[in-house]
């Protein structure tokens, strides 16, 4: 079976940074894109940034110029730096991964149980 497990969330005031790691572990033969998701209180969850094995990146706009996104494939983790924190930054972070697992047939997707980030004064 496929593991994802995420670290580094907490409590941050605003205008601070953390930094999240997700590593993925199990009988992985491929990972193609690796991105963090989060989910605000009420909220759908939507696409923070993801990166693919090659190192292309995408932002959601609002944390463009202020989130990076990295990629260590031969650890299969991936991090999110996250600089100059806002309020509405708050909600569960979520790990993704597409991948393919040994005699799987198709890429599919996993992910992890969320890591709180809470950005408050």
């Known amino acids: 079976q496929v593991q994802l497990v995420e670290s580094g969330g907490g409590l941050v005031q605003p205008g601070g940074s953390l930094r999240l790691s997700c590593a993925a572990s199990g009988s992985i033969v491929d990972i193609k894109t690796m991105g963090w998701y989060r989910q605000a209180p009420g909220k759908e969850r939507e696409l923070v940034a993801d990166?693919?094995?090659?190192?292309?990146?995408n932002y959601a706009d609002p944390v463009k110029g202020r989130f990076t996104i990295s990629r260590d494939n031969a650890k299969n983790t991936v991090y999110l730096q996250m600089n100059s924190l806002k309020s509405e930054d708050t909600g569960v972070y979520y790990c993704n991964a597409n991948l393919r697992v040994l005699y799987g047939l198709r890429y599919r997707d996993y992910w992890g149980q969320g890591t709180q980030v809470t950005v408050s004064s």
């Open positions: 990166i693919t094995s090659g190192g292309s990146t």
